[in-house]
């Protein structure tokens, strides 16, 4: 299983970037995606997930309103769109995916296996 996250970058207060994570080895019609994100000194914390076959939605309530996750089957692909960004959004955003995860439920880091290699986010002005 791999994980490509990929559309971090260097964005002012209040604008937008949408991160992608490319999925292969699985598909994402039996697998769960999380997105986490880490900031220097501070723990992994989770961000959102999307369920495999439900496609039920959570999110960390520091992002309800602003953060959208999405999943596109055909590319095995699931996207975090993200608006209205703060200077505390920025870190290493990771995707991850497991099965029987993003239940009922946002979940911690811990019940993923599969973890791509992150990418940077920073809003900074």
């Known amino acids: 299983v791999q994980l490509q996250a990929s559309g971090g970058g260097l964005v002012q207060p209040g604008g937008s970037l949408r991160l992608s994570c490319a999925v292969s080895g699985v598909t994402l019609d039996y697998y769960s995606i999380g997105w986490f994100r880490q900031a220097p000194g501070k723990k992994r914390e989770g961000v959102a997930c999307?369920?495999?076959?439900?496609?039920?939605?959570y999110y960390a309530d520091s992002v309800k309103g602003r953060f959208t996750i999405s999943r596109d089957n055909a590319e095995n692909t699931v996207y975090l769109r993200m608006h209205s960004l703060k200077p505390e959004d920025t870190a290493v955003y990771y995707c991850?995916?497991?099965?029987?995860?993003?239940?009922?439920?946002?979940?911690?880091?811990?019940?993923?296996?599969?973890w791509g290699q992150g990418t940077q986010v920073t809003v900074s002005s």
């Open positions: 991850a995916t497991d099965r029987n995860v993003c239940r009922y439920r946002l979940g911690a880091s811990r019940e993923y296996d599969y």
């Open positions: 999307i369920s495999d076959s439900s496609d039920d939605t």
